[in-house]
DNA sequence: CTGAAAGCGCTTACAG
DNA sequence: CTGAAAGCGCTTACAG
């Protein structure tokens, strides 16, 4: 099976390559019949458009690039899953690069990418944003999950569901709250500190502050062990993830959740539903944000600076909080 | 920042482009200090290659394509891990594609995909063998995950791990054990099947077969349901997500695990370790197997015909398995 | 609407 | 060890 080019099909038909071309880039400029017999005889030879050829005359290279810090947390295979296929839809393939949690390999593999793509999309970065604008360079870039002066930028904005979340736990008689702190460079985990915060404030609710804990079931676990020495009743975890360990910690202590501690993620992923007892989490549309981010992108490398997004979580109630114990 | 070329190198230096070209890719053809001056003035103006150029002159993509059917399935994410990072070592970027759990979508993903990479590795596909070979044509592949003739496959053998598992849970004193199936349509679930009969008939325990079920948490509560009106005391699940969703199906009957009913899942995703009760499960390597693949495919594009490799699964008992009740 | 030609940025025989 | 030149397979002004 020799290699098929446009030439293969010009020859075939007595055409010009050019227009073999632009039967396929343009094809209102080709007489109907000609672009007919054309495709009809592309498809004959199975013709595939060498790509690499493609892009280098266009120079551009059809590919937007996704870093993401740990495909293995379960919050981003539905974000890589959203952006792939906003992607297709626009006929772009994605180059995705996972960091392995390595923070300090994030900017030059940042900028690697940037290289390779005519955009990027970053999901969640960690590093300082000099750092970050420094690795991207000129390229188009969306960044996903932290707010970032001078970049679009396209978060979930979890304040008020985390306030909801707060008063259901008061609602439920909890009079002092614990916060388990997130990693403390994690943009999101301060975020959400200060969201805690301002409503423990105003619900008039003690709060106390225990961490930071690592995001992770370890990170968990340990956090379970000061929010079971606190007098708190209740707890915010950073993550759902986080949540999970949480619940074995203090399982792990003899202490039953919810009957004896409430506790409420964040971003329910998959394993917030499929834990016993669920988890009552606030809930990040990561589908909507992976579109938004690929939409985004799509006007930046067009030349337009359009407005950051934020998008409002949603608390959704469901076993892993119930009533304070009475004592 | 205009766009730097070799032959911006080139004309910075007073050497020809040829000269920069092969102090890149043909170091030793170059004296030590030209190339040094090179290197050191690519890296001033922070030349990066052009991939498109590079590939259209060699006719090679320098990428890898990496078929998945549900990158959301907990699975996908360590193994697309270990694929990358072996590809990294290789030089190789990877394009993903997910089918989002499309078995019809199957056949046109990986054509596309096909055209576009120097080989692909496709995990667990679903579709009939003569399909895929056709969607792949000449490209070079390797299957992960299932067995196939005529194609070098890499895959997981856990006949002894399962029996294994099972001597465990006879040892436990379960007399009757229950096989809840994975979705037919699964090579791995008709491998785990038949190691499963294998095993109860040498062991002389008695097997009840249930299902199919889909391998899904909703899958693992119909599970439940089947196994609850069973006199079988312990299951096997296809994989770890449905036994999470067996455990979820026994609690809403009153029935907990492992004081009332054991089950053993397979493939030791995350959820295991974070479940509560953690699962006793049959572990997949899954870095080892993606990192296999890349190493196969590398020699299957090299022209070779590479053996097939099994690596073997291990069993590892944790908390979802117990005695059997006292009746 | 169509063709001839130049150009995208590399690589790589071929001469020297 | 180095340079001039051709070629990879497309796209796209430019002429007609």
């Given amino acids: 099976m020799t290699k098929v080019t446009i030439y293969s099909i010009a020859d075939a038909l007595g055409v010009s390559g ?3 071309s632009r039967a396929f880039t343009r094809p209102d400029q080709v007489r109907d019949d000609v672009r007919a017999r054309i495709l009809a005889k592309a498809d004959e030879l199975g013709y595939q458009p060498n790509r690499s ?18 495909i293995t947390n379960p919050f981003f295979p539905p974000l890589v899953r959203a952006i792939q296929q906003a992607a297709a839809d626009n006929d772009a393939s994605v180059i995705m690069v996972d960091a392995e949690e390595s923070t300090s390999a994030e900017a030059a ?3 690697r990418l940037a290289g390779q793509v005519d955009g990027v999309i970053v999901a969640s970065p960690r590093g300082t944003p000099a750092r970050l604008r420094d690795a991207l360079g000129s390229t188009p870039a969306i960044v996903v999950n932290r ?3 001078h970049t679009t930028t396209v978060i979930c904005d979890n304040s008020a569901a985390l306030a909801q979340a707060g008063d259901h736990l008061r609602d439920l008689n909890h009079e002092t709250v614990a916060l388990l702190h997130g990693p403390s460079a994690s943009w999101a985990a301060r975020q959400r500190a200060s969201a805690i915060r301002k409503w423990a404030a105003s619900a008039e609710v003690e709060l106390i502050e225990l961490g930071p804990f690592e995001a992770s079931y370890e990170g ?3 956090g379970a062990a000061a929010f079971a020495d606190s007098p708190a009743t209740a707890a915010f975890a950073f993550d759902d993830l986080t949540a999970c360990g949480v619940v074995a910690g203090l399982a792990e202590r003899g202490l039953s959740v919810p009957r004896d501690r409430s506790i409420v993620g964040c971003d329910d992923v998959l394993l917030a539903r499929v834990l ?3 988890l ?3 809930s990040a549309p990561i589908g909507r944000l992976g579109a ?3 939409d985004l992108l799509g006007e930046v490398m067009a030349g337009k600076q359009p407005a950051s997004l934020r998008i409002q979580g949603d608390f959704t109630p469901r076993q892993s909080s119930g009533p304070a114990p009475t004592t």
């Fill in 280 to 282: 009552s989490t606030v």
């Fill in 18 to 20: 050019s227009t073999v």
């Fill in 220 to 222: 968990g676990r340990e």
């Fill in 276 to 278: 016993t007892p669920k």
């Fill in 53 to 70: 050829a493609r892009r280098l005359a266009t120079g551009r290279t059809g590919a937007i690039g996704l870093y993401i810090p740990d």
């Fill in 292 to 294: 938004a981010a690929v």
């Fill in 147 to 149: 707010e970032m002066m």
């Fill in 109 to 111: 593999l940042i900028r």
